[in-house]
């Protein structure tokens, strides 16, 4: 009977009501686009590192990553390629020399690192290829041709066949040089794409450092939802005397940002939440107030005070059920719009770029996040009721009834 009669009191006020109901929308909703905005930032700005830079998996010489020393190279690094390749969740494997040096044109110069790169196992790895922004993927120039960042090449004031020079040290410990022409420049929401790194043909950086065909760096991308750390754990029991790290340990900053956003999603959550307390509070103590007379009718004629005191948590917990749904479908929605097309930055480019992060945001929100934003509604609507029902049961009957 209880029940009954909150449902049917919701309903007689429809404008009070709908008020309630358009707030806790409005409310999740915010949450749901707040959660996917963040999200949208931190995991695209994590997938363009991992999926353009680090890759999911990386092995080196145990010493080479100290200092970057050439000599530490990965012993019969081509057939350990080769063999993963052919592990099960395995997407892609390249190979890599890697080398610090100085790149200058006539009139810049600036420190990079040199990147020999296997083309083809590249382009499947990091999509090289598919961020050229000017000129082509090393086409078009036959002796050693360079990819270099768009930052980069501002900076070296440098175009298309444009010639840079290339200076350090080789496997002897002498300085040697090499004359390059730029055949394409990329563009990447990498800072260290765009500004920090060199791209040369494998062959041709070899044959300058005198190493023949040995490799620094072997970089693995997984298929999806595959655990790099079983393929590490599996690397390591075959070849116990190389060093693989997945991206977790190569990058752990992305850890640390992870961890500071999501303590942010909570911060922000309980600010919405907040918010939304004090509305539903204001609204529902307004409908007790108006309904001074009728609650106090109630009392008179045998209602006590629990079951008055529990009517208005009621109301206000079918409010929040019915407005929860509606909000979860239009936040849904939402996100699934923007996902697709993505929100579009743009105006603010170049101060998103400094930072690493794409100027096209894909909102994402993980599925366990509804049920997250559902209780934490519910549970608000319930705290926010408290008040109004406390009121409630204070009215006194006599003064209730004829205080109108």
Known sequence: MLVKIAWRNIWRSRARSLVVIGSIVVGVWAL?????????????????????????????????????????????????????????????????????????????????????????????????????????????????????????????????????????????????????????????????????????RQEDLNKLLAIGSEIHEIAIVTQEQVDEALLVNKYTEIYPNDKAESWKELAPELMFMQEMYGSMLYVLMAIILTALVFGIINTMLMAVLERKKELGVLMAIGMNQKKVYLMILVETLFLALVASPIGLLVGYLTILYYRYVGVDLSNYSEGLEAFGYSSILYPYVDGSVYIIVTIGVVFTAFIAALYPAWKAVKLKPVDAIHSI
Do not use: C
Not at 107 to 116: L, N, T
């Open 32 to 200: 749901l686009f707040s959660n996917g905005f963040m999200n949208g930032f931190m995991v695209g700005y994590s997938a363009d590192i991992i999926q353009h830079d680090i890759s999911n998996i990386q092995v080196h010489n145990p010493e080479f990553k100290k200092d970057y020393d050439i000599a530490f190279t990965i012993p019969n690094g081509d057939e350990k390629a080769n063999e993963i390749r052919q592990w099960e969740g395995v997407k892609g494997v390249s190979t890599r020399s890697i080398t610090q040096g100085m790149i200058s044109s006539p009139q810049k110069a600036a420190g990079v690192q040199i990147r020999g790169i296997d083309l083809e196992n590249e382009a499947i790895v990091t999509q090289l290829d598919s961020m050229i922004n000017e000129g082509t993927y090393f086409e078009g120039i036959k002796r050693n041709p360079i990819v270099i960042g768009s930052k980069l090449a501002r900076n070296l004031k440098v175009k298309i066949r444009s010639k840079v020079v290339l200076t350090f040290n080789d496997a002897n410990g002498d300085i040697t040089a090499g004359a390059f022409r730029v055949v394409g420049i990329v563009k990447s929401s990498s800072i260290s794409i765009n500004e920090m790194y060199a791209f040369v």
